[in-house]
Structure formats: structure tokens, C-alpha cells
């Protein structure tokens, strides 16, 4: 079986991870989900350290898995450790020499997340974090979330992607449909133009890995043994 290497995204911890990894598990696969450096002063660089050091040496077969911000970071450590896949759940897919800073301004998602608030009332981009990101997360479990939070990021934000191209590894890409913080058809036209790709969809919040856990597993599973 894979080793699975989980990369959490801005904000957030390898605790948010912990569902899918015991189904993971479960399934007989090892799983890594590595707690990022915290704080203003950690960058990509620090990032990439981490998630390395705690993947060690199982790298036979490696699958590095990145949410949100984590794509800025799981194709760097795919990269450097030859891994046999890459996935992105909800990725914010970089451009070469693009910080996370203006990721935003160049793919447009300021206009997408005004049109789909326009569309639902609000929900979409809403102040209220249980209701933009863990709308369908069970109300405890999101309180836990907040609790377990990694807290703000600066550095990694504001540092160029340092790649010259993606990686030539084999991509897959979780594009969620209930997502109210990067909207599904927004992300659809994100992952066409950067990735080249077609994206598998699950119904679910951008917080999938605590709302839809059986099935995200069940999605990297499949992609481990295809």
C-alpha cells in the first residue's frame, strides 16, 4: 500500500486531517500529517522541511496530498521526493513565480465569490467561518477545528512560487461543489487552465476532510490503487 503525506492549508494543523488518515489507515495504508511551522516567519521553504522530515524515508510509494494553501506546498515536496502521485483537494493550483498573495487577483476569485454570493444569498465568502468554510461540518466538530487551528501565516503568502513548471507527476485534483470559499465553477475554470485536468467532484464543504472523511478517503484510495 501508499504512504500517504497530508499537507494542511493556511491556518490549520495535521489535526484536520485525522478522519481521512484513520480511514486511510483502515484501508492499510500509511499516513504522515505533518503540523506545519506556525507563525508570521515561516515560508514554503520551512514548510517543504517539515512535511519531509516527518515523511522520512517512506518514499517508495508516496502520494502528497495538499488542501487549499497545502498545494502551494505538496507539489514542492513531491518534487523533491520523486513521489509517485499528487493530489489537490480544493487547491489553490500556484503559477510559477506567483505568491499566495496574488493568487487571488489573478484567477479572478474575488469576482467568482461575488457572483456566487449574489447567486445564494450570501452564503458564499460569508464573514461567518461556520458558514463559508464548515457549513456541513457537525457544529462540534468545527468548534474542535477552530480550537486546533495553526493560526495566521505571512512569509509563505507573500513568497513566489518557486517552481519553473509543475511537476511531471500524475495529478488528480478534489474539486468540492459545496464549496462557498473557492466556488465550484470558478475552481473548475482554475484547474482547466493551470493543471490541464478534470477534476474529481465531491459533495462537500471547503473543510471535505471533516464533513465527507469516508468518502475523501475512499477517493485517495482509489487513486493509490489505480
Not at 54 to 74: E, H, K, P, W
Not at 89 to 117: C, F, K, L, S, Y
Not at 129 to 154: C, N, Q, T
Request: glycine share 12%; aromatic share 8%.
Amino acid at each position: 500500500m501508499s504512504t500517504f503525506a497530508l499537507i494542511h492549508g493556511a491556518g490549520d494543523s495535521g489535526w484536520s486531517w485525522h478522519l481521512v488518515a484513520a480511514r486511510l489507515r483502515a484501508l492499510g495504508h500509511d499516513v504522515v500529517a505533518p503540523d506545519l511551522p506556525p507563525g508570521e516567519s515561516a515560508g514554503l521553504t520551512d514548510y517543504t522541511d517539515a512535511a519531509m522530515d516527518a515523511i522520512g524515508g517512506r518514499t517508495d510509494d508516496l502520494i502528497v496530498v495538499g488542501q487549499s494553501f497545502g498545494a502551494y506546498t505538496a507539489p514542492l515536496v513531491a518534487a523533491r521526493l520523486s513521489a509517485r502521485k499528487l493530489v489537490l483537494v480544493t487547491g489553490m493550483v500556484p503559477a510559477p513565480g506567483e505568491a499566495g498573495d496574488d493568487w487571488g487577483r489573478n484567477t479572478g476569485h474575488a469576482e467568482a465569490i461575488r457572483e456566487q454570493a449574489a447567486r445564494d444569498g450570501g452564503l458564499t465568502g460569508n464573514d461567518d467561518v461556520f458558514v463559508a468554510f464548515m457549513h456541513d461540518v457537525p457544529r462540534k466538530l468545527a468548534e474542535e477545528a477552530l480550537a486546533h487551528g495553526g493560526g495566521s501565516i505571512g512569509r509563505a503568502l507573500a513568497e513566489p512560487w518557486p517552481l519553473p513548471a509543475w511537476p511531471d507527476i500524475t495529478t488528480h485534483f478534489v474539486l468540492c461543489t459545496e464549496d462557498r470559499f473557492f466556488p465550484p465553477d470558478f475552481m473548475r475554470k482554475v484547474v482547466a487552465d493551470r493543471l490541464g485536468v478534470t477534476p474529481d467532484e465531491i459533495a462537500g464543504s471547503h473543510c471535505v476532510a471533516l464533513s465527507r472523511p469516508n468518502e475523501l478517503a475512499g477517493m485517495l484510495h482509489g487513486y493509490a490503487t489505480a
